[in-house]
């Protein structure tokens, strides 16, 4: 299940789903991935296509997946715990680290110009 919010932030809120997505490509590139996710995608769009995407990635690519995951920081035993199950739990995963990120950044962002 993912977290919708997170520190009174909402993923719902398009300007976040947008630096969710921008974070992800980010660490896409970082991790030498060629591929990027439309930053103006609705969640249901954006989180379709990520489970299309890692099918094939997890196949095909292998060795960069798991480096993606370490980049992100998202715990190859939640991965490893949920890899029996389907895709789609993979990419909540992903998106809720990767959303968490993008709040903590906010935050301290904010501490600091305060």
Do not use: C, P
């Amino acid at each position: 299940m993912l977290v919708k919010k997170y520190n009174g932030v909402s993923l719902t809120n398009q300007s976040v789903l947008i630096d969710v997505i921008f974070q992800l490509n980010k660490d896409l590139v970082l991790s030498g991935f060629n591929f990027r996710f439309d930053v103006n995608s609705n969640f249901d769009f954006f989180y379709s296509e990520l489970t299309k995407w890692l099918e094939l990635v997890i196949v095909k690519e292998k060795n960069l997946f798991f480096s993606l995951l370490y980049r992100i920081d998202v715990q190859e035993g939640k991965v490893l715990s949920v890899a029996n199950n389907t895709i789609n739990k993979i990419a909540l995963l992903i998106i809720e680290r990767e959303f968490h990120k993008v709040v903590l950044k906010q935050y301290y962002k904010e501490q600091s110009n305060g």
